[in-house]
C-alpha cells in the first residue's frame, strides 16, 4: 500500500540517521522526496542511493529557506528533523552552570530556529491546497530535564509546544494542514557511535545506555519512519497538536522487565 502517492514530501537533515530512515519509507510509500541537508556531499550521495531528489540546505538560514521556497513552492508533507545535540565537535560543558551563552545560542539556532523557519515554510507551501501534515522531530528530552545537555532539551521542549502552536493557527485560519511532534528516546543512530565505540565491550556499553528502559534496547531509526509516515498520511487526518513518544516505553513510569 502506497499511503503517500503523489505526495511532494520535504524532509530536512535527511543524509543520514532519523532522516534518511524517514526519506526511504516516504519513497517506499510512493512519495516524491526533497532530502534536505546542510552536508552537500553527504546529501547528495544519499539521495543517488536512494533515488530521490536533494536540496543543499542550512535550516539556520533564511536565505536557504527562500531558496528551497523557489525551488519546491509546494508541498504536501514537510519534516522537520534537522537538530544537533551540541556535543558533534567534542565533549564541551553543557550543563545550566557551566555552558556558554554562544553553545546555547548555537543549538537553538539549529534546532528552534531551524524548526520555525521549516514550520514558517510549509505554512506557505501548504496553504494555497489547504492541506497538508507537518511534522517536527523533538525528543524525549524535550520532555523531561536533561542537566548534561541543557540546551538540547530546552531546544525540544521548546519544538514540542510550537508544534501546538502551528497546529491550532492552522486550524484557526480554517486549512486542514496538521502539525505534530514526535519524541525520539535512545535511537540507534550514528549520533551515539562515539559513546558505543566499536570494541569488545560494545555491547555492554549499549545495554548500559538503554538499562532504564522497559523495553531494554535502542529504537531503530526506522521505528521513527514509521510513526512519520503515518502521520503524513490521510490515515491521521484528525491528528493535529498531538505528540508521540517512540521511547520503549520510557516516559510510561518505572523501568521494567519480564519476569
Known sequence: MQRLKNKTCVVTGAARGIGRAIAARF???GATVILTDLDA???????DELGC???????????DWARLAASVPAADVVVNNAGITGFEAGMVPHDPEHATLED???????NLDGTFLGCRYA???????GTGSIINIASRSGMVGIPGAAAYASSKAAIRNHSKTVAL?????????????????AILTPMWE???GDGPDREARMQALVADTPLRRFGLPEEVAAIAAM????????????????????LAGSAAAPG
Not at 484557526?172 to 528516546?185: E, L, M, V, Y
Not at 502521520?231 to 520510557?250: F, H, K, N, P, R
Open 123 to 129: 505554512i506557505a507551501a501548504m496553504k494555497q491546497a
Open 231 to 250: 502521520l503524513a498520511s490521510d490515515e491521521a487526518a484528525y491528528i493535529t497538536g498531538a505528540e508521540l513518544q517512540v521511547d520503549g516505553g520510557l
Open 194 to 196: 562515539p559513546m558505543l
Open 169 to 185: 493557527y492552522c486550524a484557526q485560519q480554517g486549512w486542514k494542514i496538521r502539525c505534530n511532534s514526535i519524541h525520539p528516546a
Open 27 to 29: 519513497l517506499s510509500e
Open 41 to 47: 556531499e553527504r546529501g547528495r550521495s544519499a539521495a
Open 53 to 63: 531528489s536533494f536540496e543543499p540546505l542550512d535550516v539556520r538560514e533564511e536565505a
Open 104 to 110: 546555547w545560542r548555537a543549538v537553538h539556532r539549529t
